[in-house]
């Protein structure tokens, strides 16, 4: 990475960080004060960071798991070893033999290669499967807490109406779920030491589990406000959000969310 790349990664960081206070900003006008209350009280809690430092962790022994093997044996090879490794090519007569280094070389290839779609297959997977069973727990609560702490009779004796109330819960705790997932970013930006990864799965995979949380999170969030206990939100919420896709994988169906990250399309 040389001193232009640096500042291209300095400049982006500072425009993600602009946008993000924009994006905030912007979200509080329009979603009115119980969006703006809600995501200071859940980073308050403390849930979101631990939930941040679980998912980072999770990531980082993914990473440390499928890391490339560049120790390699140092013992030379036959001629024969050599070209099988690094594959027949044209080679004129006065051009040198294949040397054991090509072969090393090859061989590393070979390694980022394999890292690389190991990697990359099981960070996917694991992201989406992540956020098909942390979103439902994480947006059952979003109406039932109110009612069990008895302070949803306060809210609905305010100039506030349903709409602000739910609306304002929901789009909290998305923002915050998505600032969960997001904390792989800078630690996907490692693999480049090894050759990176195809960030056009990584990004399908961001944009699929995007669309789970925002879906599982509306359905939990509806269970929520229709139930008088989280325990009752979260029993009515799994079944509905989870056996549609257990139907399909049952059906073989190529249209489950778990298919659709494998393959990388829609």
């Known amino acids: 990475?040389?001193?232009?790349?640096?500042?291209?990664?300095?400049?982006?960081?500072?425009?993600?960080?602009?946008?993000?206070?924009?994006?905030?900003?912007?979200?509080?006008?329009?979603?009115?004060?119980?969006?703006?209350?809600?995501?200071?009280?859940?980073?308050?809690?403390?849930?979101?960071?631990?939930?941040?430092?679980?998912?980072?962790?999770?990531?980082?022994?993914?990473?440390?798991?499928?890391?490339?093997?560049?120790?390699?044996?140092?013992?030379?090879?036959?001629?024969?070893?050599?070209?099988?490794?690094?594959?027949?090519?044209?080679?004129?007569?006065?051009?040198?033999?294949?040397?054991?280094?090509?072969?090393?070389?090859?061989?590393t290839r070979e390694s980022l290669a394999k890292f690389a779609d190991d990697f990359s297959a099981a960070f996917r997977l694991v992201l989406v499967v992540a956020a098909m069973a942390a979103t439902p727990l994480f947006f059952a609560s979003a109406i039932t807490e109110e009612k069990e702490r008895r302070s949803l009779d306060f809210l609905l004796g305010t100039s506030l109406s349903s709409w602000d109330i739910v609306i304002g819960k929901y789009a909290a705790r998305l923002l915050n779920l998505v600032g969960v997932i997001l904390t792989a970013v800078p630690i996907l930006a490692l693999t480049q030491f090894w050759g990176g990864v195809d960030w056009r799965l990584i990004i399908h995979s961001f944009v699929v589990a995007l669309v789970v949380m925002a879906s599982y999170g509306a359905v939990a969030t509806m269970c929520s406000a229709m139930s008088a206990r989280t325990r009752s939100a979260l029993l009515a919420v799994y079944p509905l959000v989870l056996l549609p896709e257990l139907l399909l994988h049952v059906a073989e169906s190529p249209y489950t969310i778990l298919n659709v990250v494998r393959r990388g399309d829609v």
């Open 1 to 107: 990475m040389n001193g232009r790349d640096l500042l291209a990664l300095a400049g982006a960081t500072a425009i993600a960080i602009v946008l993000v206070a924009a994006l905030r900003r912007g979200l509080g006008w329009l979603l009115g004060p119980v969006f703006v209350h809600e995501t200071a009280r859940l980073v308050r809690r403390g849930h979101v960071f631990w939930l941040r430092v679980g998912f980072g962790l999770l990531t980082l022994g993914m990473l440390f798991a499928a890391k490339p093997d560049l120790n390699f044996d140092p013992k030379p090879e036959s001629e024969m070893e050599i070209l099988q490794r690094v594959g027949p090519r044209w080679r004129s007569w006065d051009e040198p033999p294949v040397t054991n280094w090509e072969a090393r070389l090859a061989r």
